[in-house]
């Protein structure tokens, strides 16, 4: 694919987000970035209808309403080629801990999996639901819906069964398993991927499990994150963690992206202390923060520019659609 559009080409791309999300993906080097490429990125004002802005080529967004949703859908009536980054109904799938990672499992990838868990939907069913899967402790106790509130973010890892008396249900119980303290975000942008280290929570033995606490929501832990370790111990823990082969990383990337149906997205996956060769999928989000991503314009522009040629492939297309039209209808 160029990495730049024809002299005198231009892609617009509109972007709808809330103001809190502006800085995690619209910085000025990325404006600049695709600017020199041909990419033109526009604030969508919230305030005024779609339909009443652009024109855009193509339009991402970060909003979920229903009023949103009618713009959308009206947008789109009336910009046919336009593209829409992303479907509303493929968004929602991953705001449900319930369901997010389902599309992981239709995958055909080898030495991949996802963590035992159970939804639990009553404080009296919390032993039966963890049996039923055959879950053991420890566990990690996660909000069922999984959005930018505060709420959604809010995680314990629980002990043991005495643990389970603090949790407050509707609740996603997710088997807790050690991965040597480090976790591999791996941000997608359509065909395009960047895998990064990032600190985690740290291996819990059986001596810990022994001398802890029940119930320890994730802004408290201290001792299971090894957060006593010097800054230096830390920083060789991450230099030693080898990278998942990013053959591997990819082909998990380009079916998970088919299968969800989405273009941007990252997803968190750690690999077993135990066996090095299992690999599992613990977490999925929608239009993370790309910013934090090294050189994330580099990844970002390349997008964009895909995006810009199946926007003319889609043009193309409805021309040849009506140019073979209007001949039918002068042979008849």
Not at 93 to 119: C, G, T, W, Y
Request: proline share 5%; net charge negative; aromatic share 8%.
């Amino acid at each position: 694919m160029p990495e730049s559009l024809l002299a005198g080409e231009r892609f617009r791309i509109g972007y709808a987000l809330a103001p809190r999300s502006v800085s995690s993906f619209i910085q000025d080097s990325l404006i600049v970035y695709a600017e020199k490429r041909g990419v033109d990125l526009i604030p969508i004002d919230l305030e005024k209808p779609l339909i009443e802005q652009g024109p855009f080529d193509s339009v991402f967004h970060k909003l979920y309403d229903a009023e949103w949703k009618k713009q959308l859908e009206e947008f789109s009536l009336q910009n046919p080629t336009a593209i829409i980054v992303d479907p509303i109904e493929s968004i929602e799938k991953l705001h449900n801990r319930v369901s997010m990672l389902d599309a992981v499992r239709q995958l055909k990838i080898e030495n991949l999996e996802i963590p035992l868990q159970a939804f639990v939907d009553s404080n009296e069913s919390l032993e039966d639901g963890i049996a039923n899967q055959g879950m053991k402790f420890p566990l990690i106790a996660k909000a069922v819906i999984a959005n930018a509130t505060a709420d959604a973010h809010q995680m314990s890892l629980v002990l043991n069964r005495d643990g389970l008396n603090g949790i407050k249900t509707p609740i996603v119980l997710q088997e807790f398993v050690n991965h040597g303290g480090v976790i591999f975000k791996v941000y997608v942008a359509g065909d395009h991927v960047k895998c990064v280290k990032r600190k985690s929570l740290g291996d819990i033995t059986e001596e810990k499990l022994g001398n802890s606490e029940n119930l320890i929501p994730f802004s408290l832990i201290s001792y299971f994150a090894d957060n006593e370790q010097s800054d230096e111990s830390l920083a060789k823990l991450m230099e030693a963690a080898v990278m998942p082969p990013s053959s591997f990383v990819n082909e998990v990337s380009k079916q998970l992206r088919h299968a969800l149906k989405l273009h941007l997205f990252n997803f968190d996956m750690i690999r077993d202390s135990i066996d090095g060769n299992r690999y599992l999928i613990i977490d999925i989000n929608y239009f993370p923060g790309y910013a934090k991503v090294p050189e994330y314009e580099q990844m970002l522009t390349p997008c964009f520019l895909d995006l810009a040629h199946q926007k003319c492939s889609k043009e193309t297309a409805n021309f040849d659609h009506e140019a073979n039209s209007n001949v039918h209808k002068v042979d008849n």
